[in-house]
């Protein structure tokens, strides 16, 4: 496993670099490899559950018709976890940066994972409690805010709040103190943006998002012919900018940044060039897991992000059920529509339950160790990503032509700002790992590009979401 995995992130390099010119036979060589590695990956998806999970007993959870079944797991097949996951395993990886300090001394110890969940989900919390009917007027368990907190913060969250919410609702006074000690001009608590999970969303901030998601599929694609002949869509110009730049975006010192950008950037793009009024909501992975495939986020209603394939089959129900999907497979950037398929599975939903989200955040304490347990494989980030599944959800280059890609990347970017909130002071400069291209390691200078979906920035001005970019980033999540 370590020889594959390392052979095959290898072969993923070379790829990266093989790319403009873009050689038909590199590509099946990798394929090839990855495919290689399957057995990994189905060792990764069938992982026993979490026996700690706080968000209610898994073995009440329904059985799933939509397991890794029949036709659809060929494609969970090719895209394996190992093509996601860390260089941990590689033997190159380096050891902590310099350029980072040492938080380990950080002042408030975290509450512990098996120690503190039982104090607000206890009261009959299993998932039958689960308001599926919360409809427009989410009212369940409001978790508790900061009272100083403006109004729109304390909206209450449609479900009880999992151990990871009660570290955000915990921790966000440290973000109000850093701001009294270094106000940031023009972005506040009280004016910043608040992302919120997709069932804190009213019905009809979720339809607003996916309307203004189809806007964006429909409008005309910046990215020329020239570059990327299946480039159809402004939306496409997304998932070109992911495919081109896949082998240095993974892995990589700017693994974190990187998506928090491109994350905004489309939240932007739905914004200004869409006329969406909200921000990008997240997808809380705990909250599904028991039952991913008839959750709000995937049960293929109107109000959902769009449903299950059936058999293998294009996922043909809830918004986007005329989705082409026009880029990919893997690094090709040709023109090859074809329809949407997702492999939602229960399974891979149980690598990011709350426990391990929490863990994640508060046993790394240094962005080395955080950055890599987050994408290790059976991690949270290719658990999130294999929870989607089918094409192009689990394809490594081509992820972001299923519109879940945001939701899920909005999750890792808020367990990202959530991490930095555990130490302001260090972790809003804190940055490890390697460059793809270089010999050295990542710094605060280096850059950042988005190609045609956003400007060349440097990844240090990406590291603060309040008041990062320059300014233009302000924002926080619920
Ligand atoms: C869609 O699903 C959500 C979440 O379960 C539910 O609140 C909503 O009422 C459903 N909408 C329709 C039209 O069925
Ligand atoms: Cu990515």
């Avoid at 057995?39 to 397991?67: D, K, M, V, Y």
């Avoid at 190992?82 to 001394?105: F, R």
């Avoid at 497979?329 to 690598?351: E, F, I």
């Amino acid at each position: 496993m370590q020889l594959s995995s390392t052979l095959t992130w290898a072969l993923l390099l070379v790829s990266a670099e093989a790319k403009q010119r873009s050689s038909c036979s590199s590509t099946k060589t990798v394929w090839a490899t990855i495919t290689e590695t399957e057995n990994c990956a189905s060792r990764c998806q069938h992982r026993p559950s979490a026996t700690a999970s706080i968000s209610g007993p898994l073995e009440s959870a329904p059985a799933q018709s939509s397991e890794p079944t029949s036709p659809g797991s060929s494609v969970g097949s090719i895209y394996t976890s190992e093509a996601w996951s860390s260089i941990a395993l590689s033997s190159d990886v380096k050891p902590e940066s310099t350029t980072e300090a040492d938080t380990t001394s950080s002042t408030t110890p975290l509450p512990s994972a098996s120690s503190s969940p039982s104090t607000t989900i206890a009261e009959g919390s299993t998932s039958s409690d689960i308001p599926a009917s919360s409809d427009d007027a989410p009212s369940t368990s409001a978790s508790s805010t900061a009272e100083s907190l403006p109004e729109p913060t304390v909206r209450p969250r449609a479900y009880p709040a999992d151990v990871v919410d009660q570290l955000r609702d915990s921790s966000i006074e440290k973000l109000e103190a850093h701001l009294e000690r270094n106000p940031v001009p023009g972005c506040t608590l009280e004016t910043a943006a608040i992302r919120r999970e997709w069932s804190d969303l009213t019905i009809s901030e979720r339809q607003d998002y996916t309307s203004a998601v189809q806007c964006l599929m429909n409008k005309p694609a910046k990215t020329p012919a020239n570059v990327a002949s299946g480039a159809k869509s402004r939306y496409d110009d997304f998932v070109v900018t992911h495919i081109q730049q896949t082998g240095s975006i993974h892995n990589t010192a700017n693994f974190l940044t990187w998506h928090r950008y491109f994350t905004w950037a489309y939240e932007t793009a739905l914004r200004d060039e869409c006329g969406y009024k909200g921000f990008q909501p997240y997808w809380n992975w705990d909250r599904y897991a028991d039952d991913p495939v008839n959750s709000p986020l995937f049960n293929g209603n109107a109000s959902s992000i769009g449903g299950n394939s059936v058999n293998g089959d294009c996922a043909e129900t809830g918004p986007f059920e005329k989705l082409t999907v026009n880029l990919g497979p893997g690094y090709s950037l040709n023109y090859n529509p074809r329809c949407l398929t997702r492999h939602v599975s229960r399974s891979s939903a149980q690598q990011c339950t709350a426990d391990k989200t929490f863990n994640l955040i508060s046993q790394t304490s240094t962005i080395a160790s955080f950055q890599e347990t987050m994408q290790t494989p059976g991690g949270v980030h290719a658990g999130g990503h294999f929870t989607i599944g089918g094409d192009p959800g689990s394809d490594f280059y081509v992820s972001p032509g299923d519109p879940a890609f945001f939701l899920h990347h909005a999750m890792v970017d808020r367990v990202y700002w959530l991490w930095q909130l555990q130490d302001l002071d260090t972790r809003l400069s804190a940055v490890a790992g390697r460059v793809i291209g270089s010999r050295s390691q990542g710094s605060l200078d280096d850059d950042v590009n988005l190609g045609y979906s956003g400007p060349g920035v440097t990844l240090g001005s990406l590291l603060d979401t309040m008041g990062g970019k320059d300014g233009a980033f302000c924002y926080f999540y619920m």
